[in-house]
Structure formats: C-alpha cells, structure tokens
T-cell receptor
C-alpha cells in the first residue's frame, strides 16, 4: 500500500529565510505532485515531477524528485508572507495519495 | 476548459438524512476519486474508480457509497450521515499525468 509521509507538518519562518519540506513515499512511482492550498480553497497545482532527477522552479519555490530514494523536496528561498499556505505532496500510482500537508506561516 | 465540478459547495444537514454530492469531469478521464480533508490529517481517500462500474475502497470508506455508471460522473452518497462526517470533501479525476480537483464541498452534519 502506498504511503506518503511529509514533514514538517508545521513550519513557521521569518521572511527572507530558506527552508525545505520533505516528502517520502513507500512504493515505486515516477509521478510526484506538489500542491498549494489556501484556507477554504481547493488545491492549486504547483509542480508535476515525472522522472528521477527532475527539478522544477517557479519563483521562490523549487521542487526536486529522487525516485531511487523515493524522496521529493520543496525548497523555499527567501520566504515572503504570500507563501503562507498549506503545501501537499501527492504520489500518483493509478490513484493519488497525499501527504498530511505542511502548514507554512511566514512572519515579517 | 478542463474541469471537475462538484455540487453543492456548501451543505448543512441533519444526522440520518441521506445526501448525495455530485462530481462531474469533462476530460474523459478513467480515474476518479473522493477525498475528505480534516485538520491535521491531510486528504484521505474515501473511494476511487478506475473506470465505469469499477470502484474500490480507499482509506476511509465507512459510511460512504459511490457509483460510476457513466465515465464523467462519480457521485458520493452518504446514506445516513453522522456528525463525524463533517468535513471538506474533494473530488478528483486523473489520467496519465493529468490530475484535476473540484472546488470542494464543505459538509456539516448536525
């Protein structure tokens, strides 16, 4: 059974700092997704990673995938308040399984 | 425009009163799923469907039913809702590397 573990679950950062969110999964997959969710909203797709070594960047966020280690990371560079949200990783193996989410709060 | 449409967006109901949350997708995707989201627990899969007339239980199926009579529709049925089913529900469809989510249904059972 596919399990997806994400950490940390809560992250409080100061503006301008860097941090990484980790996503481990238990079975072979080469389809890893990162989503952002604002309170009361649906999920917004951030990145789709489809191969080992894939790296994608958008603004202050960069995601990478290591399929051999079954690990994906979401790196935040020089955080700003607008990045405050909950971030989910998800692995697609026919159906999609999610990590528990990381609630990120960026403080001035 | 590719989309997954859920209805209703908000619903308050009483314990024991049967309800259905509808989900429709316009992308001809084979896979559809229902999730519930609760604080601190992320999104947990309730049921999923691999194609018409093919459904299977996810992680938290108790108290829910689904059907997949047509490829585009995947309704979630609560035969006898209870307060512990108060949650935010999402429908999703996916095929290949495409994955789309509905806007969510906030259900309150009193």
């Amino acid at each position: 059974e596919l399990k997806v573990e994400q950490n940390p679950l809560f992250l409080s950062m100061q503006e301008g700092k860097n941090y990484t969110i980790y996503c481990n999964y238990s079975t072979t997959s080469d389809r890893l997704y990162w989503y952002r969710q604002d309170p009361g909203k649906s999920l917004e797709s951030l990145f789709v990673l489809l191969s080992n070594g894939a790296v994608k960047q958008e603004g202050r966020l960069m995601a990478s995938l290591d399929t051999k280690a079954r690990l994906s990371t979401l790196h935040i560079t020089a955080a700003v308040h607008d990045l405050s949200a909950t971030y989910f990783c998800a692995v697609l193996n026919n159906d999609m399984r999610f990590g528990a989410g990381t609630r990120l709060t960026v403080k001035p | 425009e590719a989309q997954v449409t859920q209805n209703p967006r908000y619903l308050i109901t009483v314990t024991g009163k049967k309800l259905t949350v509808t989900c429709s997708q316009n992308m001809n995707h084979e896979y559809m799923s229902w999730y519930r989201q609760d604080p601190g627990l992320g999104l947990r899969q309730i049921y999923y469907s691999m194609n018409v007339e093919v459904t299977d239980k996810g992680d938290v199926p108790e108290g829910y039913k689904v059907s997949r009579k047509e490829k585009r529709n995947f309704p979630l049925i609560l035969e006898s809702p209870s307060p512990n089913q108060t949650s935010l529900y999402f429908c999703a469809s996916n095929q290949g590397t495409e994955a789309f989510f509905g806007q969510g249904t906030r259900l309150t059972v009193v």
